[in-house]
């Protein structure tokens, strides 16, 4: 009898109950939070979007990130890339479209994978659908960087440089722009 009595007496502040418990969990912080980031060269927009990990106390290279094993790249659901253009990176050609960024770290080399596979979480890498994988270039930080961070930045009004930094490794790769697809181009 107490039971029934309780339960009519509850079931008005129901609502109430989820409404704040609902505040309670938005209020809560994103500890890796997304980011994106566009650059528009020769009328052509190129632009990521990613999720942005803290070190928060943690090993980052060869421990979070680790060395000889793919990296999503991020945190999360999976760095997308996207460009309105054919680009060259290194001596391979990107045709224009949305792929994933994923990079395969070591101590002393990096490279950087643009896979066709597009929309799934960052876990979920396919080797297979790899269009190329090309070597980054590599500076040790004399100061620690906090947040994961990718840019791209123009070098000229063609060509560009996407940087990812985190807490003390910052790499980079070049790109240009082309119009058509010179048959010295590998397409991977």
Known sequence: MMSKQITRFAIPFLPLLIFFQGLALAQQPILSPRDSVELTIAGKKLSVNYGRPSIRGRVIMGGLVPYSRWWRTGANEATSFKTEADLVMGDSLIPKGSYTIYTLPSESRWRIVINKQTGQWGTEYNPEDDLIRLPLEKKMLDSLVEKFEIQLKPTGPRSGRMTLTWEKTQ???????????PAMLKQN
């Open 171 to 181: 790499l980079w790769i070049d790109f240009r722009l082309t119009n058509n697809k």
